[in-house]
Structures are given as structure tokens and as C-alpha cells.
């Protein structure tokens, strides 16, 4: 099964983005601000919370930057939660793409921000209607609420029947949700409890039936007691932003956006880097690196050794590959058009590095994607383990192949 084309969805590519990517009104600092966001290798900018001049001024310097901007404008369409609600015709439409639509950067449209499921029909309306004027090879973003939301949980089936909702009558061409969970950890939560990993399963599950990528949001800021975003990353390490990504690269997810790079790697000027900074640069090269890869190949299974509360994992058991391995691992298995299998095996741990050995139901010769230059590597022949040493959330992707076998398939 192959992956949703670029015309249907506008992913063609890893896409990592930045929610409110730019400030409300202009610093003067707009340039040297978005200069650091491709510095961090970030891709795309959102602008939600901004202003229509702020936007226009952030299209115009990443025309010239290479950036690409997802564009919110809730005077004119879309919405945030039931905060901000556009009176949308077809008129202000238009209107939105002859501001936006001629710029080389726009690469779509946010249209709503976690919509309430009364709201689902308004963002329904919204989407098919910017899709209509402006759909070919755009993003169109739809952020559903999560199940950590005030009014939809998972434990009385309000957010199942919230999700599915959402997938019934908005019918995303993207799926895009997101959890900030390490302000739960903060407060005492393990890591294995967390409805976070019953939201990515459920996405996951639900993104596969329909044949569409997922996307969703990763925490670099901080949160206070009130859930508000502090001034800077706080108690955030690099880590814990690694452990982040590097699991939904593992469960299959096509595009990420930080919450977000203003005050997490950089003030609202670009001018101070805070010090999650280059970590997050490295991540995020990674990343990229592996995404190559990744947006060619179709998630088959995603499983973990030892506990995470989630409904809807697979087991090692429905492994044909791996064997048994220590706990404290994730395992997202993958397959391309052309037959390779491909398994992401990923340290669940933020705070401690993991080494062992992966036991395997068969011996193969075991090829590994370097992250630097995107390129399968012969890790062993004929093989019947892998040894890892991983430090706190890091991953690696590998690929499996019979002993008689050809190499597999370049993507990079």
C-alpha cells in the first residue's frame, strides 16, 4: 500500500513545523526570528495566532528564506477551539487566497484548531471550501482536541466518539492531533500511563484504515500549574524532546509541529537561543534524514516490551522479524512498495540510556539507515540479533533482509 499523493494532501515530504511561528504583531525582528527557525531545521511555519500583516510579512521572508508557511486567518476562514470563529463565505475565501495563494511559501491552509464537535460541521464547511478554491498539493490542517481535553475522555468513550466524529463528518485528508504530556510527568505521572499512547495508537489505527498520513504536535515549552505555556522550555531537556520524536517516527507519523519554537529554542526576536537549541537542531537533522525514508514506507505494526497503557498496539507476538527483546523498547515495523521490511527500534526511556541485545525469529543480513547521510548500511550478514546502545529517546531504523537476498531499496 502506498502513501496519500502530494496533490491529495500536500505531504510529499517530512514535514517539521512550529505552531505560532511568528509573533502577533511585528518586532522588527521578523527575518532574524525565521532565520533561526530554519537554523533549527524546521521546515514549515504556522501562523496561527497571528495577524493578517504578520502573516504577509512572515509569506515574503520565507519566500526568500525557503521556508514554507501553513496560513491561518480566522477573520477570513477556519477557527481556534470555540475561541475564535471566522464567519466564512465563499467571498472571504476567495478573498484568502488572493492574499495568500500567489506567494512561493504558501504550502496550505490551518483551518481549525481543535474544533469542539459542535463545531465539526463549520470546519467541515471551511475545509471543502478552501479545497474547492485552493486544494491542489496544499496542506489542509484540521487539529482535533485530544483525550486529555476538559470535555472529551477517553475512560467514558467521549473522545472515541469525539475522533470518530471528527473523521466522519470533517474527513481530514490529514490527521493531526496532539498530547503535552511531560506537564502530566511533572506532576507525577509515570510515562507507561499516559492516554498519550492510546491517542498515537488510536490515530495511527484509524490513519492506516483510511490511507492518510498523521501529524501531531510535539512540547517544547514549558506549563505551568494553570496548564498556561511558561516564558522558555522550563524543565524541558533535549531528551525528552528526542524521546518525543523519535516515538512518532516509530508509530508511522508523516509530519511533526512544535509547541513551539518561539520560547522553546529561541526568543521572540531569534536573537537568544535557549539552551535546548542545538539538540533540537540535531534532532530535527535526524529526523529529516529519516524522513526521506519514512514517507515512502507504510507502518505495519508498532509494539512495545513492557507495559504503555494502549488499547489498540500490536504485540511482538505478531512479529514475523523480532524475537523477544528487553523492556523499555518501542518497535514500529514498516514496509515499501518494493517488499522491504523495515523495523524502528526506539529507547522509551527521557532519562536513561539503553543497551542489550534484540533477539530475532530468523537470521537475516541487517542494514541500518545512517542518519547523516540518509543511506542503508550493512550492519551484519546472516544474523540472528542486534545489539543496541541507545542514549534517552533515541531510535534507529533498520532494515531486514534474507541471507540470499539483494540490498534494499535507496530512498534518500
Known amino acids: ?24 504583531k511585528d518586532n522588527g525582528h521578523f527575518h532574524q526570528l ?95 471550501l478552501m479545497t474547492r478554491l485552493d486544494g491542489d498539493n496544499r496542506i489542509m490542517l484540521v487539529t482535533s482536541q485530544q483525550g486529555t481535553s476538559a470535555s472529551y475522555k477517553w475512560q467514558d468513550g467521549s473522545f472515541k466518539e469525539y475522533f470518530d466524529s471528527y473523521l466522519k463528518i470533517v474527513d481530514p485528508p490529514i490527521l493531526s492531533s496532539d498530547i503535552y504530556y511531560f506537564m502530566n510527568i511533572e506532576s507525577g505521572q509515570e510515562l507507561k500511563d499516559l492516554i498519550f499512547w492510546n491517542d498515537i495508537s488510536y490515530i495511527r489505527k484509524k ?12 512540547q517544547l515549552v514549558g506549563f505551568d500549574a494553570n496548564g498556561s505555556p511558561t516564558d522558555g522550555p522550563d524543565y524541558m531537556t533535549a531528551d525528552k524532546v528526542r524521546q518525543s520524536v523519535y516515538t512518532l517516527l516509530t508509530y508511522g507519523f508523516k509530519a511533526i509541529s512544535y509547541y513551539f519554537a518561539m520560547r522553546g529554542l529561541f526568543d521572540e526576536c531569534g536573537q537568544n537561543k535557549t539552551f535546548l537549541f542545538d539538540g533540537v537542531k540535531q534532532i530535527n537533522a535526524e529526523a529529516l534524514t529519516l524522513g526521506k525514508t519514512l514517507v515512502h514506507l ?19 507476538d505478531d512479529s514475523s522479524i523480532i524475537s523477544s527483546a ?21 529507547n522509551r526511556s527521557f532519562d536513561s540510556a539503553f543497551s542489550g541485545d534484540v533477539c530475532l525469529k530468523g537470521r537475516y543480513n541487517i542494514y541500518k539507515v545512517n542518519k547523516a547521510t540518509g543511506l542503508t548500511e550493512l550492519v551484519s550478514n546472516n544474523a540472528d ?28
Open 1 to 24: 500500500m502506498k502513501n496519500a499523493s502530494k496533490s491529495k494532501n500536500g505531504i510529499g515530504e517530512f514535514i517539521i513545523s512550529t505552531f505560532h511561528g511568528v509573533p502577533a
Open 207 to 218: 490513519s492506516l484504515e483510511l490511507n492518510r498520513p498523521y501529524w501531531y504536535y510535539v
Open 385 to 412: 540479533r542486534i545489539f543496541l546502545d541507545l542514549i534517552a529517546g533515541n531510535g534507529e531504523l533498520f532494515v531486514f533482509t534474507g541471507p540470499d537476498e539483494k540490498p534494499p531499496h535507496e530512498f534518500a
Open 34 to 128: 525565521l532565520t533561526a527557525t530554519k537554523e533549527a531545521n524546521i521546515t514549515h511555519i504556522e501562523t496561527v495566532f497571528g495577524s493578517r500583516e504578520t502573516t504577509l510579512l512572515a509569506l515574503e521572508i520565507c519566500d526568500e528564506l525557503g521556508l514554507k508557511v501553513i496560513v491561518q486567518d480566522t477573520d477570513l476562514f477556519g477557527g481556534i477551539q470555540n475561541i475564535r470563529i471566522a464567519n466564512t463565505t465563499e467571498e472571504s475565501a476567495k478573498q484568502a487566497v488572493e492574499l495568500y495563494g500567489s506567494h512561493p511559501s504558501l504550502a496550505g491552509y490551518y483551518i481549525w484548531d481543535e474544533p469542539f464537535m459542535e463545531h465539526l460541521p463549520n470546519a467541515k464547511h471551511d475545509l471543502d
Open 298 to 316: 507504510t507502518s505495519t505494526l508498532v509494539y512495545h516490551t513492557g507495559y504503555v497503557y494502549s488499547d489498540f498496539n500490536d504485540s511482538i
Open 326 to 346: 528487553p523492556e523499555g523498547l518501542e518497535f514500529g515495523e514498516f514496509e515499501s512498495e518494493y517488499g522491504d521490511r523495515y523495523v524502528m527500534i526506539t
